[in-house]
């Protein structure tokens, strides 16, 4: 069944979310995981406010004005609307971008496949051992299943990661590079550092220090710090 309202918010203008493009964002209401460090707890427990045909109409008073459309959340891919909400997207004339936690490889496949998508961020949350206690979710599989499927398909994308000194320590981070460089993975990974003092899902503490790019293991793969 459709949700009337699947569209908690959106940004109507952002240079920092799509690569070298003018992008809005929309962000979606709900998510399928629990990630203890997640800062957007509003959105991920709240109700959306914005219908698709809003947010259509939004866009079209915004052709000239941006590029790009990021479907974010919460986790965009819980929406069964996505494909047709993207296709009108590409109607108008603008890029797609998926921000997703890679719990719905499926779909991710067949936006894929039809065309319906441009860009995908991909969050590599942890090693498989801490998956539950980081994201309060068993959805590791699926996503190695989307990593598997993005490496395969070559459309453009990034896996990225926040780091948090006491969940994902330096210790887990290796495990992940190693992770990735067993996957052939060969794009930049981005990690982002933890915002300490941010209202989180999990109200956890702060992040007691930051990922360090002069670490000795750095050069297995490329990586890039966001902040
Ligand atoms: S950080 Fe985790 S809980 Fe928050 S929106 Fe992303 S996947 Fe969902």
């Not at 790009?68 to 909400?85: D, M, P, Q, Y």
């Not at 065309?115 to 590599?124: H, M, N, R, S, T």
């Not at 003092?197 to 293991?217: C, H, M, Q, R, V």
Request: hydrophobic share 40%; proline share 3%; glycine share 6%.
């Amino acid at each position: 069944m459709l949700v009337a309202k699947p569209i908690y918010s959106i940004t109507p203008f952002t240079l920092l979310d799509y690569p070298d493009k003018t992008a809005c964002i929309l962000w979606f209401a709900g998510c399928n995981m629990r990630c203890v460090y997640c800062y957007n707890p509003d959105i991920v427990d709240g109700e959306g406010k914005l219908s698709v045909s809003e947010a259509i109409n939004f866009l079209k008073k915004r052709v000239n004005l941006i590029d790009a459309v990021v479907l974010s959340g919460g986790e965009c891919t819980r929406f069964k609307g996505l494909i047709e909400l993207a296709k009108e997207i590409k109607k108008i004339g603008m890029l797609v971008k998926i921000d997703t936690n890679g719990s719905n490889p499926d779909l991710i496949k067949e936006m894929i496949e039809q065309k319906l998508v441009d860009y995908i961020a991909l969050d590599f949350k942890t090693i498989e051992k801490n998956f539950f206690s980081v994201t309060g979710s068993k959805l590791h599989n699926r996503f190695v299943n989307t990593l598997d499927l993005l490496i395969e398909k070559k459309i453009a994308y990034e896996v990225r990661t926040t780091f948090h000194s006491e969940l994902i320590g330096k210790q887990t981070i290796l495990k992940m590079i190693d992770f990735l460089s067993f996957k052939k993975y060969k794009g930049n990974y981005f990690i982002q550092n933890y915002r300490n003092d941010s209202a989180t899902l999990g109200g956890i503490k702060n992040s007691e220090y930051k990922f360090n790019i002069e670490n000795p293991f750095q050069n297995k793969i490329k990586i890039e710090i966001r902040n």
